[in-house]
């Protein structure tokens, strides 16, 4: 189906293992997003990428890695999950022009114990 | 700094009550305002994007309009179905990648 995926939608882990959470979309857009979301803070930005082998950060990179080897595919990993890790994480994908409308995947759910 | 502030942080609706959600807004040279709706345990849903002051766009029992500073977005005789929390974001020329949200409205349409 077209559109943007996530997977897997839920991930129990514990301290210190390695999590890598997939995002994959069928739009061939540039720009591609992770994000995660919590209670009182809303969407805030992890990583993004412009296009493939293109990455930044964003505003809370911190324990986090990604990488673009595809257009479709922008994966997030977590090289030593924490407990503060505990989210649920949004990809996000958008076309070039600026102002462009992001469009989110379902969510992964993480539990870090 | 840019920044979003939705209010109210939560409403509660009788089924047909109308009513406003607002999204007020700090850009930079703003580029798109977004509105979302998020049901529980689901990601962001695109509703509306605005450009311009004075741009309204409608979908079924959604109205949402811009000014300079805010954005409103008027809810015609709710449904239960329309509960849900209702997210608004910027972008603006700070970045091509930076979107601000904010932390939502929840809404809630009592039968």
Redesign the interface.
């Known amino acids: 189906d077209a559109g943007i995926t996530q997977s897997p939608r839920y991930k129990i882990t514990e301290t210190g293992r390695q999590v890598t959470l997939m995002c994959h979309q069928t739009w061939s857009h540039s ?1 591609m ?1 992770w994000y995660r979301q919590d209670l ?4 805030r ?1 992890i990583y ?1 990428s ?1 296009a493939a082998d293109i990455t ?1 950060k ?1 505003e809370v990179p911190d324990g986090y890695v990604v990488s673009r080897s595809k257009t479709e595919n922008f994966p997030l990993t977590l090289e030593s999950a924490t407990r503060s890790q505990t989210s649920v994480y ?1 990809c996000a994908s958008r076309g070039d022009s ?10 992964t ?1 993480l539990l870090v114990l | 700094e840019d920044q979003v502030t939705q209010s109210p942080e939560a409403l509660r609706l009788q089924e047909g009550e109308s009513s406003s959600l607002n999204c007020s807004y700090t850009v930079s040279g703003l580029r798109g305002l977004f509105w979302y709706r998020q049901d529980p345990g689901k990601g962001p849903e695109f509703l509306f994007t605005l450009y311009s002051a004075g741009e309204e766009k409608e979908k079924e029992r959604l109205k949402a309009t811009l000014t300079k500073k805010e954005s409103f977005l008027h809810i015609t005789a709710p449904k239960p179905e329309d509960s849900a929390t209702y997210l608004c974001a910027v972008t603006g020329a700070s970045g091509t990648y930076k979107y601000i949200f904010g932390t939502g409205t929840r809404l809630k349409v009592l039968a």
């Open positions: 720009y997003f009182g803070h809303g969407l930005l993004y412009a930044d964003g949004f600026r102002g462009e409308t992001q469009y989110f995947g379902p969510g759910r």
